[in-house]
């Protein structure tokens, strides 16, 4: 289950929009919603590129991607 809340702090601290990342991912805007508000799941290469391009760290990734 993903942790919404603090996934969307990343994305806001980015300052990119959420088309753009969901382009990086190879999503639509609304597939990539539907992962953020977890109706989908996010596959293991989907996590590694929004690590990568929101810069999230190891500790926030294992909070935002496996959330209880």
């Known amino acids: 289950m993903t ?7 990343y994305i806001q601290k980015s300052g990119y929009k959420k088309s753009f990342i969901a382009e990086q991912l190879g999503l639509t805007v609304y597939g ?3 992962k953020v508000n977890n109706k989908s799941e996010f596959k293991a290469n989907e996590m590694t590129i929004l690590c990568k391009v929101l810069k999230i ?3 926030d990734k294992e909070a935002i991607f496996f959330a209880k």
């Open 3 to 9: 942790n919404t809340t603090l996934l969307e702090q």
């Open 32 to 34: 990539f919603m539907l």
């Open 57 to 59: 760290n190891a500790k």
